[in-house]
C-alpha cells in the first residue's frame, strides 16, 4: 500500500469519526466542525487499581446507585403504610356553618288593643286587651344575619377494620413483594457497576500494556531504520528496502501515538468511577 493511500484512508476515517460524533452530539451533520488539539501529558504508569477501593468510592456518587436505594427505601415505607390499613383509626370532624338571605326581613312588634263586646246579663260590655302584631320592615343587614344564623356541629368516628382485613393484608405481602424486588435490583446494579469497573481496570492495563510494546516496537524499528540507512550507504542495501524499513517506522510511530491516546481515554474511563473530573481546573 502506497503511502498516498494510506493518507487518503486516514482522512477518510477522520471525516467519518466526525460524523459520528455529531450524531452522538445530536448536531446538524451539515455544520462544520473541528475538535480543538489538547495537549495530553502521559500519565504515569504502573499504578496498582483497587477495585473495592474504587467500587466504594463510585457506589456512594453513581445516580443509578442512589436511585436504586430511595426506590428501596420508598418500598419500605409502602410496608409501614399497608400495615397501617390493619389498625383502627380514630378520626374527628367538625364545622361552623352560617348563611345570608336577601329575602329575611326585620320584623317590628306592634301592639294594640282589640275591643270585644260581652254580653252580661243582657248587657254588651266592652272589653278591651292588647294584641302584638308582627310588622315586616327592611332587609336584615348582612353580618348581622351572619351572626345570627352561625350552627355547627362536631363529632368522633372511630373505624376498626373488622372485613377489609384480608384485603389489607394481600396489600401487606405485596408491599413486602416490592422491598424484595427493590433490593434485587438495588443488588444487579450495584454487581453491573463492579463488573462495570473490573472491565475498565482491565482495560487499563491492556492499554498500558500495549503502550509498553508499541514504544519497544518502536525502539527497535528505529535501530533497524539506522542500520540499514548505513548498509544503504555502503551499498549493501538497495532504495526500496530503505523506502520499506522507513514505512515500518512511521507505522511504528502511528502504533505507539494510537496506543497512547488509547490508553489515556481508558485511563479517563476509569476516573470517571473514581470521581476525577475529566478536566481539572
Known amino acids: 500500500m502506497f503511502r498516498g493511500q494510506a493518507v487518503v484512508n486516514a482522512e477518510n476515517g477522520l471525516e467519518m469519526t466526525y460524523m459520528n460524533l455529531k450524531v452522538l452530539m445530536n448536531m446538524d451533520p451539515a455544520k462544520p466542525m473541528k475538535v480543538q488539539k489538547i495537549l495530553i501529558e502521559m500519565p504515569e504508569m504502573g499504578k496498582n487499581y483497587e477495585l473495592d477501593q474504587i467500587y466504594v468510592e463510585a457506589g456512594s456518587r453513581m ?9 428501596e427505601k420508598s418500598a419500605e415505607m409502602g410496608v ?5 390499613a390493619l389498625q383502627p383509626t380514630i378520626s374527628a370532624y367538625g364545622s361552623l356553618l352560617t348563611n ?12 294594640t288593643t282589640q275591643n270585644i263586646n260581652l254580653n252580661i246579663f243582657g248587657l254588651n260590655v266592652p272589653v278591651g286587651f292588647p294584641v302584638t302584631i308582627p310588622v315586616e320592615g327592611n332587609t336584615t343587614p348582612y353580618f348581622k344575619q351572619i351572626w345570627n344564623n352561625i350552627y355547627g356541629n362536631i363529632g368522633v368516628n372511630m373505624n376498626v377494620p373488622l372485613f377489609n382485613g384480608f384485603q389489607s393484608r394481600i396489600a401487606m405481602e405485596r408491599a413486602e413483594l416490592s422491598v424484595k424486588i427493590a433490593k434485587l435490583n438495588t443488588l444487579s446494579i450495584q454487581n453491573q457497576l463492579k463488573t462495570d469497573i473490573q472491565r475498565s481496570i482491565n482495560d487499563v492495563r491492556a492499554a498500558e500494556k500495549s503502550f509498553s510494546v508499541a514504544e519497544k516496537s518502536l525502539t527497535a524499528t528505529r535501530a533497524s531504520v ?16 530503505l523506502t520499506s524499513v522507513q514505512n515500518m517506522l512511521i507505522s511504528a510511530e502511528s502504533s505507539l501515538l494510537q496506543a497512547k491516546y488509547d490508553y489515556i481515554f481508558k485511563l479517563k474511563v476509569l476516573d470517571f468511577y473514581r470521581g476525577i473530573k475529566l478536566i481539572e481546573n
Open 80 to 84: 409501614k403504610i399497608a400495615k397501617g
Open 226 to 241: 539506522e542500520n540499514t540507512r548505513k548498509r544503504f550507504e555502503l551499498g549493501v542495501v538497495n532504495g526500496f528496502e
Open 100 to 111: 345570608f338571605s336577601s329575602a329575611a326581613k326585620e320584623r317590628s312588634i306592634d301592639s
Open 63 to 71: 445516580p443509578n446507585i442512589l436511585a436504586a436505594r430511595i426506590r
